[in-house]
């Protein structure tokens, strides 16, 4: 690889220039081979490499040595204008494994089989307490028929919960498939506003 550089002039930037040119050849230099070997693994078991080449060097060896579904949280959610550390990214994939689902300030994420149930519910009795939302999941004549038989906010959202896929159909989560994490996809929705 050819590199042109143009050196200042001034003798005084020279020397600073050749300090610090220097001081970047031995930070170079001084990354050992298997981090290096490390570094191109990454690279080349991702299709997220144009982000990576923007990544400061230092982050860029610390990401190598995260595991594959840290990596790709990481590369995903900053990618997409999130920006989150590793170090939430690895909490993020250890809450996973524990919880089955978790929900951050703009995404749930999911494994595959993880039941969204609890979740759905939750959301669902938050949403019934704006009219807006009652409405939207109502026809006027099911609420008039829950205001005459005195039909609880839990019992309308029992009703709810029957519809196929109520995380789908009623708070559209639309998920997207991010990395494998034992054996399971980790898929992602972004969280609408409600």
Known sequence: MNINITLPQEPVLQRFFSRELQQLV?????IS???AN???????STSQESYLTELDLDLALELAEEEYPVIALYLWLNEHDNPISIDTAKQYITDLEMEGYIETDDYLLKLRDADLEDYTRDTLIELLEDSYYVEEFFDKEQIVEMWIDNTTKEEAVDELMKIRE???EL???EFVEICIL???AVLLAALKEF
């Open 26 to 30: 031995d930070k170079y230099k001084g």
């Open 33 to 35: 081979r298997e981090r």
């Open 38 to 44: 490390k570094l191109e693994q990454l690279y080349q």
């Open 166 to 168: 109520p995380h789908v």
């Open 171 to 173: 708070l559209k989560l």
């Open 182 to 184: 034992n054996n399971q």
